[in-house]
Each structure stands twice: as structure tokens, then as C-alpha cells.
């Protein structure tokens, strides 16, 4: 394994994390299975665990929480997420101070620890002024309960906008970002929020960088029932398109060639990207999980970074 520093932090994660959207919770409920593969992940030296309360609606935090609790903590790197909706509740989502600090605590609890390494604010949220945000992650870093903090999906003004008023505030500043980044999904990663977070001394965590499982193969010929486009209609239109496919399948061509799965190649094209710390994979079986790890073993070249990325549509 290989860890990288988040930003300028002192913070090193693994540049191959395991995160459980979708999966854990979801559509993977078997205890003894999530158990093998988080301690097989935590055996090959993966120490970023990274979560969300709206994932499965808190059970994925319950479910990872329960196996994580085994290893000792300060091996760990474990993150959460605070945004979306968790009831019908009107306080109960965005990024208010009574929202942040309540849901902060209900994850620590379905954890079962007593603080988070990373906290992210999974969106922004328009409703509530940036400095409100900004005060009530400021108070979990003085209380212990985060350690560093940061966003998910904001845009490179965004991220400006919030560092400012942190130094004008003398606030703790967002850390890092986890944008969606892959060989389909890239421009606005490459053209926005890379160098706006590299500029700010944020770290990058990355997640999807497989489309999905679009990159690995897995839908060349059709949507397997119980796949993860299989069960997000919107993802499926968005990502199984013709043309997309046909690209995936050229990509074949070029990991053959080099000896390695489509998947691998993808990965360490993610993780060869500029200020990337880490690569959140998922896993739902162990051979997954050892397969995206084989990522760590391949080298690429700047002109094979050209040719990987001159295969697919820039989007």
C-alpha cells in the first residue's frame, strides 16, 4: 500500500480507499460478508473507510461501524457525511448549524466512536450563509469530535468563496474535497475543482472512479440484474450509452496490451491525477477488492495517460 498526505494536512490516507455507497447496508446485507472484505481491505493496509448518514439511511455507517470497531483506532482513517435529508423533518438536512452538530453526533454513535478523522459537507447548500457552515465545523474541530474537515461536489468558486471568509474569520478550513472523477467524468474535475483545491492546499479524494462499474466491462453486453445501473435507471441513461460502451471496449485493447483488467488501468489513471490523495473503490465481493488493489502496481506514462484519456469523450 501507498498513502499519500491530504493537502498540505499532516494526515496521510491510502491512495486506494473503501468506500460503502451503495453497498454495505445496501445491497450488500450479510454481516459475515461486509466483515471478510473490510478486514481483508484493513489487512492489505487501506486504512480510509469512507462513509455517509445517508447512505442505506445510516445503516451503512451501523453496518461498517460494527466491523471497524475491531481494528484499532488509530489505524484508521474514517470519514462521514452530512446534507441530505434523513427524515421529513424540516431542520433534518443542509448544512445548518443544528443540522451539522445533530447529525454529527448520530453518526459518531451508528460508528461507535468518538470522533471522525474526515467530515464532509456532502453538498453546498444555498439556504444556509457559508459562515454558519464554517463556525459549526469549527466547533467540532475544537470539540474533538472531527479532525479535519471538508466538502464533496462543490465547485472551485465554492471552494474559494469558503476559504476566504475561513482566513477572514480565522476559522479551521475545509481540508479536502471528494469530487466524482473517472475516464467519462473528468472536465469539470480537470478544468474547476482540481486546481481550485491544489491553490487552497486541499486534498482530493475521489469517488466513482470505475462510472459506476461502466469501466471495468461489467455492462459489455447488457445490464446484469441487480447491478448498480440495473438499480439507478438515471445512472444507467446517463453512463450505458452506445457510444460509451463502444469506448469501454476499445479500453480493452490498451489493458491487454499492458497485462492488467480495464478496472486496474482506470483506477491508476484516477490516482495519477493532479493532487489526488486517495481513490475510493467498492467491493461486494473479495476478488473485487483484490482486483482494484492490483491498481497500486501499475505505472503509467505521461503519453499513456494522453492515449487512456484520447479513448474516451471528455465530460
Known amino acids: 500500500m501507498r498513502y499519500r498526505n491530504v493537502g498540505v494536512s499532516g494526515l496521510q490516507v491510502s491512495v486506494v480507499g473503501l468506500g460503502g455507497w451503495t453497498t454495505y447496508g445496501g445491497s450488500i446485507q450479510e454481516s459475515a460478508t461486509v466483515e471478510r472484505i473490510l478486514r481483508a481491505a484493513f489487512e492489505a493496509g487501506i486504512n480510509f473507510f469512507d462513509m455517509a448518514d445517508i447512505y442505506a439511511k ?3 455507517e451501523t453496518t461498517m461501524g460494527a466491523v471497524l470497531q475491531q481494528f484499532p483506532r488509530h489505524r484508521l482513517v474514517l470519514s462521514s457525511k452530512v446534507f441530505w435529508p434523513m427524515s421529513d423533518d424540516v431542520n433534518d438536512r443542509g448544512l445548518s448549524r443544528k443540522h451539522i452538530m445533530e447529525s454529527c453526533h448520530k453518526s459518531l454513535k451508528r460508528l461507535g466512536t468518538d470522533y471522525l478523522d474526515l467530515y464532509f459537507c456532502h453538498r453546498f447548500d444555498p439556504q444556509t450563509p457559508v459562515e454558519e457552515t ?3 465545523m469549527d466547533d467540532l474541530v475544537h470539540q474533538g469530535k472531527v479532525l479535519y474537515w471538508g466538502t464533496s461536489e462543490w465547485t472551485g468558486s465554492q471552494l474559494h468563496q469558503v476559504c476566504g471568509v475561513a482566513d477572514q474569520k480565522n ?4 481540508q479536502v ?3 466524482q472523477l473517472s475516464l467519462v467524468v473528468r472536465k469539470t474535475f480537470q478544468d474547476d475543482v482540481s486546481p481550485a483545491a491544489t491553490h487552497q492546499g486541499m486534498g482530493l479524494v475521489v469517488w466513482s472512479p470505475l ?8 455492462y459489455d453486453d447488457g445490464i446484469p440484474p441487480g447491478t448498480r445501473l440495473d438499480a439507478m435507471p438515471g445512472l444507467r441513461d446517463q453512463l450505458a450509452t452506445p457510444a460509451l460502451l463502444a469506448c469501454v471496449k476499445k479500453f480493452k485493447t490498451l489493458a491487454d496490451e499492458l497485462n492488467v483488467t480495464r478496472a486496474q488501468l482506470a483506477l491508476a489513471w484516477a490516482a495519477a491525477q493532479p493532487g489526488v490523495s486517495s481513490v475510493i473503490t467498492g467491493a461486494t465481493r473479495l476478488e473485487q477488492l483484490h482486483e482494484n488493489l492490483g491498481a497500486l502496481a501499475v505505472t503509467l506514462t505521461a503519453d499513456r495517460l494522453a492515449q487512456m484519456e484520447a479513448m474516451f469523450p471528455r465530460a
Do not use: D, F
Open 58 to 60: 445510516g445503516v451503512t
Open 134 to 136: 464554517l463556525r459549526a
Open 171 to 174: 476559522l479551521y478550513r475545509p
Open 177 to 179: 474535497e471528494q469530487p
Open 211 to 218: 462510472a459506476s462499474g461502466l469501466l471495468t466491462g461489467k
